[in-house]
């Protein structure tokens, strides 16, 4: 994969230029992967120029300057670069919010990963209220078995176990595997973490009301 990305993104620098929308997009794809190779160095470097050929390209508010923005953010907190990636979260949410709408999709993922860079500075009170926003934008935008609207589910309980409401963490545990076993059965890997998740709570914590 990561040979074809190159390939794709060289073919287009040298057809199309190395600030074509395509050529971007190229660069965008080949980013992503090698974040998750854990390649963070070139990922961010990959990431730096994208975001700057969008911005000159399409602006500073257009969706794929937007996606670069949050990419790049993710690069950042993954290297502990943890200020300039709670900038660049926040300037993705803001033009969420402004270009998209407050409920759509992109919108509450940003508010989601904002929310989770605030939870691991310890800024829980801002990070419980945008992991509630996402959670209820999701439930009503996608619906309450939605894979985001869990994902949702399990980040919000995770903080408030953290903050030590336990039941409302554990209510929450209750409906995060529930809605992974109807999505994916009981026997899925994604499932099974969760089951074992809450009953590790449960042994910590006491049986969920």
Do not use: C, W
């Not at 300057?65 to 290297?79: D, R, Y």
């Not at 402004?98 to 691991?120: M, R, V």
């Not at 309450?144 to 995770?158: E, Q, Y």
């Not at 999505?183 to 969920?208: A, I, M």
């Amino acid at each position: 994969a990561e040979a074809l990305h190159r390939r794709a993104l060289a073919g287009r620098e040298a057809h199309l230029g190395a600030n074509h929308p395509d050529t971007l997009q190229s660069m965008n794809n080949l980013a992503a992967l090698l974040r998750q190779q854990g390649k963070l160095a070139e990922a961010e470097e990959l990431q730096r120029t994208a975001l700057a050929g969008r911005e000159t390209q399409l602006g500073a508010d257009h969706p794929k300057t937007l996606e670069s923005i949050s990419h790049l953010s993710v690069v950042l907190q993954q290297q502990g670069k943890l200020d300039e990636a709670e900038g660049l979260h926040r300037r993705a949410l803001e033009g969420g919010e402004s270009q998209l709408g407050a409920k759509h999709p992109d919108t509450l993922t940003s508010a989601n990963n904002l929310a989770f860079l605030l939870y691991k500075q310890g800024k829980l009170e801002e990070a419980e209220q945008l992991y509630r926003r996402s959670l209820n934008g999701r439930e009503s935008q996608l619906g309450f078995g939605h894979p985001d609207t869990l994902i949702s589910v399990f980040n919000l309980a995770d903080l408030l176990e953290a903050k030590g409401s336990f039941m409302e963490a554990g209510q929450l545990y209750v409906r995060h595997f529930q809605g992974l076993e109807e999505l994916h059965g009981p026997n899925h890997t994604l499932t099974q973490r969760s089951r074992s998740n809450l009953e590790r709570f449960q042994r910590e914590h006491g049986p969920v009301g």
